[in-house]
């Protein structure tokens, strides 16, 4: 048999940039989206919904709303209790994180602005709302942690008594001698870095239709969730079901980045709905409430420093990180892992032999919090790069020239961080080669200079970056989540001539449906437009993690491509028979079995036919099996790292502090690439949400901790007249750990995207001397740095 | 209290009993199954429920249907089975110029109107036009580089 | 969020919808483009009892021009503003400002009587009616009446309309081939209400800049005219030397709020960037 190795299979779709199979019903606005879907005697919930931060739940009367027109039913938290049990996001291996129970419905307390109090269904949404209206609910106000500081200032009001204080999790590192190392140091720099708290802004809001067939006792979930196996899970725990009772189908999802991957107590409320109804039940979440109860993330605080020898060698890294999450870690995979995340990515790019960190994750009555898209990385990086750079600044020395200086050599793997991240290999100095043969630095730097002179300001900012790809069980499952780290891929021959995969992983938009029908036809030898996927429902696909933390093509790519492997081996044993030769000789290309001398000689259709209907044409102790299953997990590396590097130019204008970003630039090294033009696309995406987060993304909170732009208008996302082209190039760093050597890339240019604009601004406000380490970087923020007012 | 409305709803009349309270969007989504219209925000900022009504691009979240009473309304469906955005959807999927698809159709429209009063947009003008369709997954580069690329390909077509 | 239940009736004469507001006063609203109605009603921040669709009253949708007055029918869209050669020709500050209200689909709908009569502080077309000084004529089951832009704006979303009142038209007069016209909007994001702008008229004259009207949006309760700013500026033969003064009189002129956006302060000094560039602008053609 030839082509053993992954790029070397005849007719490979493996780094071709073929367009994905099923557009064609997207772009015909004919997809299926879960608020598209209609049951029989479908009914829509509604939610009442807690108007302050933090209030007792003294008494809610239903009376009047149930006797609205067009009501079914109207639920309290305390009536679903009987049916919905509570969570608690807690892991083991986050060791410290505490956390309370939380219900579908709040019963005893609502502990944020958004958090339902009861539920009313309807025949209609609207009818919903309007008895939801006339939902009395009696609340007593009280003191309410409105941030992360006043939770943990000393008279806090503490939200959970039970737990003691608002302080969910805290994890300290240190690593080296990291006083030593600021003593000696020749130029120390440090600053408070300030995030936005964002959120994810989907343009399809969170939807769910659970219907229970009261008939076959099960639940059959439409969600658009990134992890069905992991929500058949809980769904089944909590609402007191076996597994199989259970079954989550997941069609078209318009946008996630991680935010569909969380369990929601609405969600749960509406499955709990349905099996109270014995009827299906449909909520979709409208702009408001995605705004409300969506999960938030990034909200930190983190002063860093940085410890430099006169030559740029940085000695020490020390941070301390303070963020405040909602009043619940949010279920099953909990508030602390960004923060988590932040501690282990600092300095990652570079040799650190010094490094100190204190993160603290404190309970607030604001929105809960949770994972999005590059978890903790834009933190991480942030901190990073602007410290390298205020570094670079005090030495008189290049930003280039101290990260050439510092950053690990690409020699030097495997190895790992200061804070244990283990490395397989990386390519920061090749990655940084790429990006100088992309930008013409000394042309961006000449022109810098020309226009100062003129009085206009432009800037270049740059920021490398690590990032965490391909999770093992070291993630979530040695924390005790049934949340699994491997991935499935179930291939079959079909009757006539098809090739059908049936695989773990989900797809929502990002292509992952084209990702594995290329694998799959080139790991069989078949045309792409004879592959089918099939994905994204518990009852038909096999048991896996789904699609988070940039894992799809890494794992389940390689479970589709030791499924396709497979598949052609077995294929290959009836042509030999079929044909009079050995396996060993033949191949499989565009849909023939090919011989020796690469002439085709049997089609997959053929060989079909005469194994599904005229098996009594093969040997009578030869039982053909055209179909093969195979599952893969990351073993050896607790993480697939890679490794890139990005680039801003923008222009402040000082006088009114508005930004115009000029051109941006992306060097990415993710390993093999299934198709070029889809990873070139996650990385702009990603860019794109960066460049919000750098410059118009806030969730704004006051002192009530009501969140006051909880609207499309307020929340400012990035458009397309205000973005600029971004510039893609690559590296190939392939991991050794699969055939394919793929790792991921979906979070890539969100990790460092803002960390390059908030450079650039600084370097283009260089020569007047103040530097800026919050975002988002508003004309305010900017005006009030150069001190006009 | 329901009013009567009749519309050419893609070419077919239609003839149905609303609520007033009932916007577009939500009428051709629940009344007449055209699901290709989608909701994103109901403040009229996203663009995701975009259609044509009398030919022009509007926000169906905006627009009640008793008031599309007498209108000529177009979906995505009518103007993908009609073919005349047929070049833009391939020149869409060509450049993966969508991803999960749900702010696609509403920036089918929208670039459709931009080509029709525009054959030549550059870049800046293209950005524009769509500067009120929000997408979440692409970025907009790719987007941009279809619709500048059917322009292209229209206009050599006619020489 | 789905508007709460209301009646519907799309009047076929203005005297119909004028009848009903006077019989139904506050519980109902007239619906013209309904681009800011609309969203109030599916937040339910509003919700009327009976909404008056006016879009039929076509005769309301008119650009005309006599001698140097223009008048405009209170249904002309936004893109009929932006695409009129007449207004091109006439009142290029219409035209300028037409375009950058929001987006393309919003202007299809959206008229200049309902922006007038919306009144939001930060909205482009008040500004330009302050900066015009232009007549808003109103119209009720008792008559007509003529109310001057200056006396129209009165706090946010507040204008001297009555309830049993529906705008009909705007007239601008003054308009001659000595006209000349500035504006200036910054928003964070190409179509986003300002943060501030400035409509600026005026008359270029052989003493210099007279009528000038500096109109400044964004930045207050209601567009603001910077009266002291525009008498620094006035009648001076070189009015760049009394630019430092105009500035100086902004902050007596506006008073600025602060919001979400953007603080009163920073409102103020973006004003004053706002003027010498809008100033500038305006004084090129006549180097």
Known sequence: MSGQSALDRPNSYISRAVPRPNLGRLLQ???????????????????????????????????????????????????????????????????????????????????????????????????????????????????IVPDMEAALAPDAPVIHPELGDNLAFERRLEVGEVDAAFAQADAVAEAEFVFGRHTGVTLEPRAILADWNAGEERLTVYLGTQAPHMMQTILAKHLGLAEAQVRVVCKDVGGSFGIKVHVYADEMATAALAKILRRPVKYVADRVESFLTDIHARDHRCKGRIAVAKDGTILAFEIDDLTGIGPYSVYPRTSAIEANQVVNLVGGPYVVPNYRARARVAFTNRNVMCQYRAVGHPIACSVTEGLVDFAARKLGMDPIEIRRRNLIRDDAYPTQSASGMKFEALSHHATLAKLLSMIDYAGLRAEQARLRAQGIYRGIGFATFIEITNPSAAFYGVGGARISSQDGAVVRLDAAGGIVCQTSVTEQGQGTEAMIAQIIASAVGVPLSKVRVILGDTDNTPYGGGTWASRATGIGGEAAWRAGVALRENILKVAGIILQADPAVLDIADGQVIDAEKRPRVGLEEIARIVYFRPDTLPADFQPELIATRHYTPKKYPFAFTNGMQASWLEVDTRTGFITLLDHWVVED??????????????????????????????????????????????LVPMAADMPDIHVGHVQTPTAESALGAKGAGEAGTAGAAAAVVNAVNDALAPFGVTISEIPLTPERVLKALGVI | MKNRVRMIVNGDPVEAEVAPRQHLADFLREALGLTGTHIGCEHGVCGACSVRLDGAVIRGCLIFAVQADGARVETIEGVSDSGEIADLQAAFAARNALQCGYCTPGMLLTAQELLMQNAAPDREAIREYLSGNYCRCTGYQAIIDAVEATAKARREAKQ | MKAAAFDYVRTETLNQALHILSERGEAARILAGGQSLAPALNLRLATPDLLVDINGLTKLRFITATDDVLRLGALTRHVDLARSEEIAGRCPLLSRAAAHIAHPAIRHRGTLGGSLAQADPAAELPACALALDAVIVASSSSGERRIAARDFFLGVYQTALRPDEVLTSVEISGLGVDRIYGFAKLARRQGDFAIIGLALAARRSDRGFVDLRLAFFGVADRPMLAVRAAAALEGKPDPTRSLHEARAALRADLNPVSDLHASAEMRLYLADVLLERVFAEVLEPAR
């Open chain 1, 29 to 143: 606005g004919r997809g299926q989206y879960v608020s598209d879907m209609n049951l029989p005697r479908m009914v829509h919930v509604a939610f009442v919904r807690s108007p302050y931060a933090h209030a007792r739940i003294v008494s809610i009367d239903t009376r009047t709303a149930e006797a609205a027109p067009g009501i079914v039913a109207v639920v309290t938290g305390a009536e679903l209790a009987k049916v919905c049990t509570p969570w608690i996001g807690v892991l083991s291996h986050l060791q410290g994180l505490k956390s309370a129970p939380q219900h579908a419905i709040a019963v005893e307390r609502a502990c944020w602005v958004g958090e339902a109090v009861a539920a009313v269904v309807a025949s209609s949404r609207a009818e919903a709302e309007d008895a939801a209206a006339q939902v009395e609910v009696v609340y007593e106000q009280l003191p």
């Open chain 1, 670 to 715: 993710c390993g093999t690439v299934i198709n070029p033009q889809l990873v070139d696309e996650q990385i702009r995406g990603g860019v794109v949400q960066g460049l919000g987060a750098a410059l118009y993304e806030k969730c704004l909170y006051d002192a009530r901790a009501q969140m006051l732009n909880a609207n499309m208008a307020d929340y």
